[in-house]
């Protein structure tokens, strides 16, 4: 099993020049926009400085919404810490607008000691549409030394020195924090579109504690130093299971191990990209590029794509017959947990695989449903470890098809109605069509999870607008669209 979260090369060479790449269910204009703002209750950035006083009006509550205007410059003597604990609840939202479709930039030069959105015990809050570069480029691991190091540790990586602690204190202990934390009994939290380019994070660029209520969507983790979402086993003292937590078409794209490392019961993780992750095997163990962890429970994953999965960076470790499975599930305590409509190809291990181990009391037999992926051309073949009885209904031949979910969702009138000026409410229909490939039943549901309408089509008012909305189209539980609406 993979380890990373127990403790390359870069695709796009020039870091500016890359863009943030559409994500499946993503309309373009999720920014803010004047028309979907209460301006009385904004607070603008446009720097630094305007940031951190924008985060004081937040905290005070004189505010509820912070928008990004442009690029904002952050260092260690200049730090952007968004620290939001001691019991804070919202609704806030933090937001970036767009120029020209492309969202504002969060530039962190040095100083990644703290997380930059940083949700410790606090609710109701909201982050969209931000991009954050993480300083320079994670550099790579180059030749293991099987040596032990000064923590009398097996793993002796030459590392990022720019976050690694002195020597002696071993890779236990890592300087750098990741670039969201969420945790401490923290819930009702929503992260929509964030772009993360080189995190120096540990053990994720996100990382997750003891939450409930958490979606991650249309989001992108590119060479993350670690992983690119890592949450705790809860099963320390104090801690428990993430409950409910949602990982939904985001993208994982050349992390240095695990695209993501989680836990949840229940929990969703749909319609996400995993392509070439795990690349380094910084702690000198193999690891799969989506990993649902031991102690998962209830939770399905499907509708994602898991590619070229390969361990790289350190050709030392290929030579050692070392893998990348496309997915690799925990040997013990998984209870409940469904693969549904996978597509998973040209990983160097597996397709999908349980990792050897002794189960005990605590074993489950957990995954209980695998149906409908297409598994193929995968190095060692398509299935590994897994109860044959659950595997129904998947091809494992190079001639299969996949085909995906799609739909459209928008409003009429376009996205925006006038308020009645006695109830404070508009009204706007809603109008609808899905074509559901994964056997899953099509609904509208609005923020919150709460079904709206349920059929493969259709329209219906919506009478009690009263301020920025969000519609959520699905096939199952694999977002397929996604549109905000809100008042004139």
Request: aromatic residues 8%.
């Amino acid at each position: 099993m993979s380890r990373c979260g127990i403790l390359a090369v870069l695709a796009c060479s020039s870091l500016m020049g890359c863009s943030s790449p559409m994500i499946e269910g993503e309309e373009e204009d999720v920014g803010a926009t004047g028309d979907s703002l209460t301006q009385a209750l904004t607070c603008y950035a446009s720097n630094r400085n305007s940031l951190m006083a924008c985060y004081n009006e937040l905290l005070s509550h004189s505010k509820d919404r912070l928008v990004i205007t442009e690029n904002i410059y952050c260092s260690t003597a200049y730090p952007c810490h968004l620290l939001f604990n001691n019991g804070y609840v919202g609704p806030i939202v933090i937001q970036g607008l767009n120029v020209n479709g492309v969202p504002p930039v969060i530039h962190r030069t040095d100083g990644f000691s703290y997380p930059i959105i940083d949700i410790q015990n606090a609710s109701k809050i909201e982050v969209r549409n931000i991009e954050f570069r993480e300083g320079q480029v994670n550099q790579p691991a180059f030749r293991y030394d099987p040596a032990r190091d000064d923590a009398g540790l097996y793993w002796s990586y030459s590392r990022n020195q720019a976050c690694d602690q002195p020597q002696f204190m071993g890779s236990w202990l890592r300087a750098c924090k990741p670039t969201v934390h969420i945790g401490e009994e923290s819930s009702k939290i929503f992260l929509d579109r964030l772009f993360v380019y080189e995190s120096k994070g540990f053990p994720g660029a996100v990382t997750l504690g003891n939450i409930t209520d958490v979606t991650i969507r249309r989001s992108t983790f590119f060479h993350s130093w670690a992983m690119g979402i890592f949450s705790i086993a809860g099963t320390g003292p104090g801690e428990h299971v993430p409950v409910n937590l949602r990982l939904e078409n985001n993208r994982f794209e050349n992390g240095r191990c695990s695209g993501t490392e989680t836990v949840a019961n229940p929990g969703v993780i749909s319609g996400n990209t995993y392509i070439h992750n795990h690349q380094g095997a910084i702690y000198h163990v193999q690891g799969g590029q989506l990993n649902p962890m031991r102690h998962t429970a209830n939770t399905i994953v499907s509708d994602n794509d898991i590619l070229n999965g390969s361990l790289d960076e350190d050709p030392t470790l290929v030579a050692l017959g070392w893998h990348v499975p496309g997915i690799e599930v925990g040997p013990n305590d998984i209870n409940s947990l469904s693969l549904i409509h996978n597509y998973i190809r040209s990983n160097s291990g597996y397709g999908a695989k349980r990792d050897a181990g002794s189960c005990g009391v605590n074993c489950n037999n957990g995954v209980t449903t695998i149906k409908y992926n297409v598994v193929y051309n995968n190095q060692l073949g398509s299935f590994w470890g897994l109860d044959p009885a659950a595997l129904t209904g998947n091809c494992t031949d190079p001639g299969c098809t996949f085909a995906r979910s799609s739909g459209s969702l928008w409003a009429t009138p376009m996205n925006t109605c006038t308020p009645d000026p006695i109830t404070h409410n508009c009204s706007l229909t809603i109008n609808w069509s899905t074509s559901c490939q994964n056997h899953g039943i099509p609904q509208v549901r609005v923020a919150g999870g709460n079904v709206f309408a349920q059929s493969a089509s259709g329209s219906q008012a919506a009478p009690w607008i009263s301020g920025e909305t969000r519609f959520d189209l699905y096939c199952g539980e694999h977002l397929v669209k996604t549109m905000y609406v809100g008042v004139n």
